[in-house]
């Protein structure tokens, strides 16, 4: 973004908080108004991602995240894209988060520019070295839990790889992801996470604000 800079690294691990990942189909209503009192409840980041059966494509999914950009820029979240780096490079988006199957963090990090978020998602001690000497921004680590939200989901570890990384003294954000819910999400943090993401605990729930307003609580309170 450009208004503030989210990429000093306290100002990240604010972000990092209380972290939404959301598309179309995730959600069972309006993601505009998902995201909306999302929004209101406190997310603290967002990510659209758009992937699994039935997602845009083409201009449908461009348009849909130009609308979650705009409820975003108003409420000054970060606004991050999963995967599609030229999707983000069109919408001057506030970074970008890649797995292990994507393009290098060093490539991504010359495509975007150094004022964009690089998240990665890292899964051991090499790749997350490899992230780090790259220019990643953040780490996404998890399934943390089980989860069924992604299909290609790798089977979940626990807060492991969290305590092993914050052992051996790395100070980057951290975020986790994997069937966090409000019960459990205390668990990740004091593991060492920064933060925690999720998706259907705040898509699906009956009141998304509410969903969000428990979940900081049990960030926030620790």
């Not at 992937?51 to 705009?70: F, I, M, P, R, W």
């Not at 409820?71 to 919408?91: G, K, M, V």
């Not at 990384?165 to 966090?180: A, D, H, Q």
Request: proline content about 4%.
């Amino acid at each position: 973004m450009s208004r503030l800079n989210f990429r000093n690294r306290d100002s990240l691990r604010e972000a990092l908080k209380v972290y939404f990942i959301m598309g179309s189909p995730n959600c069972t209503g309006n993601p505009d108004r998902v995201l909306q009192e999302a929004v209101e409840g406190g997310i603290t980041l967002f990510q659209f991602r758009e992937k699994g059966s039935g997602a845009l494509t083409g201009d449908k999914k461009a348009e849909l995240a130009k609308e979650l950009q705009q409820i975003c820029r108003e409420y000054q979240i970060p606004f991050i894209i999963n995967d599609d780096i030229d999707l983000a490079i069109a919408l001057n988006a506030d970074g970008v988060h890649i797995g292990q199957e994507d393009e290098p963090v060093a490539e991504v990090r010359n495509k975007i520019g150094h004022d964009k978020i690089i998240g990665v998602s890292v899964h051991s001690y090499d790749e997350a070295i490899t992230a780090l000497r790259g220019g990643a921004d953040y780490f996404g680590i998890g399934p943390v839990f089980p989860t069924n939200t992604k299909e290609d989901a790798k089977p979940s570890n626990g807060t492991k790889l969290i305590e092993e990384l914050r052992n051996k003294e790395f100070s980057i954000p951290i975020v986790g992801i994997g069937g966090i819910t409000a019960e459990n999400a205390g668990s990740v943090i004091k593991a060492g996470a920064d933060g925690v993401s999720v998706i259907t605990a705040i898509s699906h729930a009956p009141s998304v604000s509410e969903a969000v307003k428990v979940l900081r609580k049990s960030v926030l309170d620790l």
